[in-house]
């Protein structure tokens, strides 16, 4: 079946650029996408088509594809930022699959 | 705004079939995909399956013996059967719409599914 790898955690200070990675076999020949999740709250979609942002998200997140590796980035990372972050695809039998989720913490 | 809801017992015990619905108001329910996605406390996403509006089907692999979607337009409604339950598929189940972005655009708020006798 088909995998998508992210690593658990990643650390920032405010206002530096955070990177996350999600890696896949051939995920550049997909589209990927990307959500925010707070606590006990529901995921909300933050990049689509490896690099369109929805209405209201802000210009400090942008992704990008290289490869097998696609790439969650903010800009300027601000505390309201922290939050676990899941990189999502369709695999070639058209079935979702899910990263196992990145867990950003802003110190 | 196209809002979803979920609903359904909270409570199911084991071997028995889980039933869910989710409720789509604001907008219709034409021309989208959705599908059910799960999450047991404290760990990842997956997603169980999605309803063409027009009725076609496809579910996770891991649990396609299990999982049955249907859709009611008349009611703006698709729901989720998920038979001979365990522990392990406790977890809180996620309406969400795709507007063919491969992405899902609107998540519904999530309802909590324990598994226990």
């Known amino acids: 079946s088909y995998e998508l790898t992210q690593p658990p955690s990643v650390s920032v200070s405010p206002g530096q650029t955070a990177s996350i990675t999600c890696s896949g076999d051939?995920?550049?020949?997909?589209?990927a996408c990307w959500y925010q999740q707070k606590p006990g709250q529901s995921p909300v979609l933050v990049i689509y088509?490896?690099?369109k942002r929805p209405s209201g998200i802000p210009e400090r997140f942008s992704g990008s594809t290289s490869g097998n590796t696609a790439t969650l980035t903010i800009s300027g990372t601000q505390a309201m930022d922290e939050a676990d972050y899941y990189c999502?695809?369709?695999?070639?039998?058209?079935?979702?699959?899910f990263g196992g989720g990145t867990k950003l913490t802003v110190l | 705004q196209v809002q979803l809801q979920e609903s359904g017992p909270g409570l199911v015990k084991p071997s028995e079939t889980l039933s869910l619905t989710c409720t789509v108001s604001?907008?219709?329910?034409?021309?989208?995909?959705w599908s059910w996605i799960r999450q047991p406390p404290g760990k990842g996403l997956e997603w169980i399956g999605y309803?063409?509006?027009?009725?076609?089907?496809n579910y996770n692999p891991s649990l396609k013996s299990r999982v049955t979607i249907s859709v009611d337009r008349s009611k703006n409604q698709f729901s989720l059967k998920l038979s001979s339950v365990t522990a392990a598929d406790t977890a809180v189940y996620y309406c969400?719409?795709?507007?063919?972005?491969?992405?899902?655009?609107?998540w519904g708020q999530g309802t909590m599914v324990t598994v226990s006798s």
């Open positions: 999502q695809a369709w695999d070639s039998s058209t079935n979702v699959v």
């Open positions: 088509q490896d690099r």
């Open positions: 604001g907008g219709s329910i034409n021309n989208y995909f």
């Open positions: 051939k995920l550049g020949d997909k589209y």
């Open positions: 969400a719409r795709d507007p063919l972005f491969y992405a899902f655009d609107i």
């Open positions: 309803i063409y509006y027009s009725g076609s089907t």
